[in-house]
């Protein structure tokens, strides 16, 4: 069975770059069926899209971020990562990791989330 | 991008009731939609894709309707472990965007 575990800092300053990792273990991270997500949710707000990476490490990310955020892959250690620069205190916010499902239909692809970790609560604060 | 808004914010049922939950999107989704349920200090557990799909493991009490732009998720008969926040997504339009949630209490 499929576990995502987000591991980082839960303190940031402002200005400063916000860097999590998240590790998967019971299935490869290099399966061509997935791609891999990251979720925020700030308190007591709907979740977030942040972005998504393939196991080759093609990558979308969210208008809202794109300018500020880098996901990245590392298949040797079936791990992907987020980096966030340039954080302000809307930047807090539980950060997730996810799962997506990748299926083709009538022409194109798309992806749904299927597991989640449990989510890192990352605090921006001096 | 398509906004999605839940109706209503909270729900305040019974053990035994059937629960009701609306999500519309700004826009036509088709059938890509997605159900989550999430509780506190738990990971999101996915419930329903496809707009009508139980995941795997999910059971048959919990049950999704809609296309286009308007959706239900209904709970037949809530059982305790149903009490939970739960909020939709949708997939069909890039970027994914997620409703704000309904609260589902006793």
Known sequence: QVQLQESGPGLVKPSQTLSLTCTVSGDSISSDSYSWSWIRQ???????????????????????????VIISVDTSKNQYSLKLSSVTAADTAVYYCARDIKFWSAGDYYYYMDVWGKGTTVTVSS | EIMMTQSPDTLSVSPGERATLSCRASQSVSSNLAWYQQKRGQAPKLLIFGASTRATGIPPRFSGSGSGTEFTLTISSLQSEDFALYFCQQYDNWPPTFGQGTKVEI
């Open chain 1, 42 to 68: 700030p308190a007591g707000k709907g979740p977030e899209w942040i972005g998504r990476v393939s196991p080759i490490g093609s990558t979308n990310y969210n208008p809202s971020l794109q300018s500020r």
